[in-house]
């Protein structure tokens, strides 16, 4: 099978200084490695003979069952070159990324082991548990790359996309702290290859949220603070009309001017009725608190 071949060719320069890849001689014990292997692809492979292929080769070959509740092939043998039910947790479902995780995770219990060990080892199990599954296993772009780790830059934009969806451009999806926690969480599990740079681009959403919301604060304590002084302003402007009658006599000298046969010109009756229509003015006056 070439495909998790080509996986490891991309994987194997990352790998191969931690792992030993250039050693001479193998001492790679590989029925233990096997072993390994197997406890993270070939879940309950009694029941289906497709499982190597449906967890650690191609998505073609569909989805594998739930694991909960089936059985390891490894199950009842010593953990010691095996991975334990919890350290399955954390393992991708994507079936390429599970094999390379894997055999990450196998090296590190079989340290004489190499990526070349693996492959020789597994890649015809899974070749073999694909046409099982009626699969011809093809190479695509995608699977070459896969391996691959995606840039910083990249990850900072596709973590921010995600954080942009998530909360919203201006974290008002995300005002309470445990949703905008649980989105970075999210979008972190989505950011395939990014854990590098999850610490860093916590920091930087963490920051500019707060100075996003500090921000905004500081715009609707200026909009209160100008809202209050205009009220102010405008109270003591009141305050002042109302000690001097000013409102009150404009108009009564208004009234007179233009509703007043005579314009109240010594015509105490015109005067009076002027005063009484312009009387809710010292009304008004009389419920502000000087």
């Known amino acids: 099978m070439k495909q998790p071949s080509i996986l490891f060719v991309a994987f194997v320069c990352a790998v191969a200084p931690i792992f030993g890849a250039s050693a001479a001689v193998s001492k790679c014990q590989k029925t233990n490695m096997q072993r390994c292997l197997d406890s993270a692809c070939a879940i309950n492979i009694g029941m289906n003979p497709s499982a190597r292929c449906q967890y650690c080769g191609t998505s073609s070959a569909g989805n594998p069952p739930s694991q909960k509740g089936l059985t390891s092939i490894t199950a009842g043998q010593s953990t010691k070159y095996t991975l334990n039910a919890k350290e399955l947790e954390v393992a991708p479902s994507d079936p390429g990324r599970r094999y390379i995780w894997a055999t990450t995770e ?28 009626g699969v011809n296993m093809q190479i695509s772009a995608a699977m070459k790359n896969m391996a691959k780790k995606p840039t910083k830059a990249a ?12 909360c919203g451009t201006a974290f008002e999806k995300c005002e309470d702290d445990a949703i905008f ?90 005067k009076s009725m002027a005063e009484r229509l312009c009387q809710y003015y010292k009304t008004a006056c009389t419920t502000i608190k000087y």
Do not use: H, W
């Not at 990850?155 to 998530?166: A, Y």
């Not at 500090?214 to 209050?228: A, D, I, M």
């Open 106 to 133: 196998c090296i590190k219990k079989l340290p004489d082991c190499t990526t070349d060990d693996v492959s020789t080892i597994y890649d015809k199990l899974i070749e073999q548990s694909c046409k099982a599954a």
């Open 155 to 166: 990850c900072t934009e596709t973590l921010g996309l995600c954080m942009n969806e998530k």
């Open 181 to 270: 926690t649980r989105a970075i969480a999210e979008c972190a599990a989505e950011a395939t290859g990014c854990d590098d740079n999850i610490a860093a681009f916590r920091t930087e959403i963490t920051n500019d949220r707060k100075s996003t919301y500090n921000q905004r604060e500081g715009v609707l304590n200026t909009l209160v603070k100008n809202y209050q002084s205009k009220r102010e302003s405008q109270l003591a402007g009141t305050k002042s009309d109302c000690q001097t009658n000013a409102s009150f006599n404009s108009c009564v000298t208004n009234i007179c001017n233009t509703g007043m046969p005579n314009k109240c010109d010594n015509d105490k009756t015109e």
